[in-house]
């Protein structure tokens, strides 16, 4: 049987547990190939382990066994330890004896464990490790323990990937080791040939002892290299607080967290800077002289031309010209470009004529033919101006007209009723002509193009007809008023 250790610790049961005074009776005839024996009572015997045959034998069977179920004892090996297997009645007994197998069994793990000493530490007063072996922790603790009443523990993680080797230099002097707590002097001078990490913890290096100065890194999303340039002599870090004059050789950038420079101490000017959609570039033109800013506040005279490559916006605002004027405005008009700068409440007006002749003796309204249309502003009013020409066939009754102006196809927005009158006497034609004029100011509210018309209608028997000379026609003025 092949040595437990050191591969494992051997259990009890593995070294064959003993119990005195153990002996139990067969309960059922064992033939010679039988694999399970049952006894009595199983319970003084241990879960596994040999037992012998007590028969008067010279030479005794000694079987094995691995378990028990009951008073069966399963797992059993006839012939064990060098005995051979034979057939037992009813009532042969069984008895746990100090055999070869328990001795043999003791004595393979003691040399075991004598052998792995020797050829750790060697043999002999002191123990040595050996120049050809090395010493290796148990990957159990990885530790040497050093003392008794106050130990000092030295720990040695497991490496995560391979074998590794810590050469302890020889310094020509007594040293310390450097610790991670507790205060250290280090003499002379140490080189590093890698960057020198400081513990995620705390990211800090504290120089000095009473008055120290903490310098903090906080710890960033990624790794980061945060370079000291050659300032070409003795320098200062700039601070966060306190006064320092700076000499810049290059661009001064302001960190995006606020976007700010900050002028003076107790009465300050801020200059903010919201962050853009995208990197913007403002240069500040060379003015010829001294010069302010433009703000957004405050009264300011401002000198010199000003040239805008784009439309220029007043919202709500006044400019007074005085005896000033301005010039140059394109894609305007002398009207437009005055009415633009309250110089008058005009916009634009339309002009539409109409000769049609068109004739009704009903009380419904229909088209005279005279309409015009014009595109306002949302905000604007629409003066509808002009008048009609008709002629008036009373049939020897009272015959009226009436007006009305309609905006779009059906939306009436002012009638004018009883707009001409005419009855026979019998003295004068049957028949006048006459002109009826019409001035309304309307508020579309739309700054889509709206279309004017004028509807006429006839109150009795009598007709009324647009236009009885084909020349008269009829006239309408649509002016935008803001």
């Known amino acids: 049987m092949p040595a437990i250790w050191p591969s494992a610790v051997a259990t009890t049961l593995q070294m064959l547990l003993a119990i005195n005074n153990t002996k139990v009776t067969l309960n059922v ?3 010679i190939g039988d694999t399970t024996l049952t006894v009595d009572d199983a319970s003084p015997l241990s879960t596994s382990g040999f037992l012998t045959f007590d028969d008067n034998s010279s030479s005794p069977e000694t079987v094995s066994y691995t378990g028990k179920s009951g008073n069966d004892l399963t797992g059993v090996a006839r012939g064990a330890d060098g005995t051979a297997a034979g057939t037992h009645v009813t009532g042969s007994h069984l008895e746990m004896r ?6 043999n069994t003791l004595a393979t793990e003691l040399i075991a464990v004598e052998q792995n000493l020797s050829d750790r530490f060697g043999t002999g007063t ?3 490790v050996p120049a050809a072996r090395t010493f290796t922790l148990a990957a159990l603790t990885n530790q040497l323990i050093l003392g008794a009443t106050r130990t000092v523990t030295i720990n040695a993680p497991t490496p995560a990937s391979s074998s590794r080797i810590w050469t302890i230099p020889d310094i020509s002097a007594a040293g310390t080791f450097a610790a991670l707590e507790g205060t250290q002097v280090f003499s002379g001078a140490k080189t590093f040939s890698a960057g020198v990490a400081i513990s995620a ?10 008055n120290t100065i903490t310098i903090t890194a906080p710890a960033p999303s990624a790794s980061r290299t945060y370079t000291i340039p050659d300032a070409g002599g003795a320098a200062t870090f700039i601070m966060s607080v ?4 700076l000499s810049l050789s290059t661009s001064l950038t302001v960190t995006g967290t606020t976007n700010q420079i900050i002028l003076g101490t107790t009465n300050t000017v801020t200059i903010s800077s919201t962050a853009p959609a995208a990197s913007r570039t403002y240069t500040i033109p060379d003015a010829g002289g001294a010069a302010s800013f433009v703000m957004t506040a405050g009264t300011q005279t401002i000198a ?3 040239t805008f490559s784009s439309t220029l916006t007043m919202s709500g605002a006044t400019i007074a010209m005085g005896g000033n004027k301005i010039t140059g405005i394109a894609n305007g008009t002398a009207a437009t470009d005055a009415m633009a700068f309250g110089q008058q409440g005009y916009f634009q007006t339309v002009y539409a004529n109409s000769t049609a002749q068109n004739t009704t003796s009903s009380g419904t309204f229909i088209d005279t033919g005279l309409s015009a249309s014009i595109t306002p502003q949302s905000t604007s009013r629409v003066r509808i101006q002009g008048y009609i020409n008709v002629r008036i066939n009373s049939n020897n009754q009272e015959t009226i ?6 905006r779009g196809a059906s939306t009436v927005i002012y009638t004018i009723t009883n707009a001409g ?7 004068i034609s049957d028949w006048i002509d006459m002109t009826i004029p019409f001035d309304y100011v309307d508020s579309p509210a739309t700054s889509s193009s709206t279309t004017y018309k004028v509807q006429f209608n006839a109150n009795s028997a009598g007709n009324i007809s647009t236009n009885p000379a084909a020349s008269s026609g009829m006239v309408m003025v649509l002016t935008e008023i803001v």
Request: aromatic content about 8%; glycine content about 10%.
């Open 242 to 245: 306190g006064t320092a004059t």
């Open 421 to 427: 009158t005419f009855k026979n006497l019998a003295v």
């Open 401 to 406: 007209c009436s007006l009305q102006i309609v």
């Open 126 to 128: 002191n123990i040595v």
């Open 29 to 31: 005839d064992a033939g």
């Open 201 to 210: 913890t705390t990211n800090q290096l504290i120089l000095g002892t009473t």
């Open 98 to 103: 100090w055999n070869a197998a328990y001795h």
């Open 304 to 306: 010199g031309a000003k």
